[in-house]
C-alpha cells in the first residue's frame, strides 16, 4: 500500500497546524500547549554526557526497576 505525500512549506505547516490545535483545544489552551514546548537553553548532549558519566546500563537499568516498583514511572 503507497499512499503519496505532500510535504507542506513550513508556513502552511505552521498555519494549519495552529488552526487544528485551536480547532480541538479552543485558542486559550492552544497557547498553553504551543508553550509547554519551548526551545530551551544549553547543550544536552553535554549536560547528558555529565549526568550519565560513570553509569553503566545495568545501573540505569536498576534505578528503572526501583522507580517502578516505587511506583514513581
Not at 560513570?54 to 536498576?62: A, D, F, P
Amino acid at each position: 500500500m503507497s499512499e503519496d505525500v505532500r510535504l507542506m512549506g513550513l508556513p502552511e505547516l505552521r498555519s494549519r497546524g495552529f488552526e487544528a490545535l485551536v480547532r480541538e483545544l479552543g485558542v486559550a489552551n492552544a497557547i498553553r500547549f504551543l508553550h509547554l514546548h519551548e526551545t530551551g537553553a544549553g547543550d544536552y548532549t553535554q549536560d547528558r554526557e555529565k549526568w550519565l558519566a560513570g553509569l553503566t546500563i545495568e545501573q540505569v537499568e536498576e534505578e528503572i526497576r526501583r522507580m517502578k516498583l516505587r511506583g514513581e514511572i
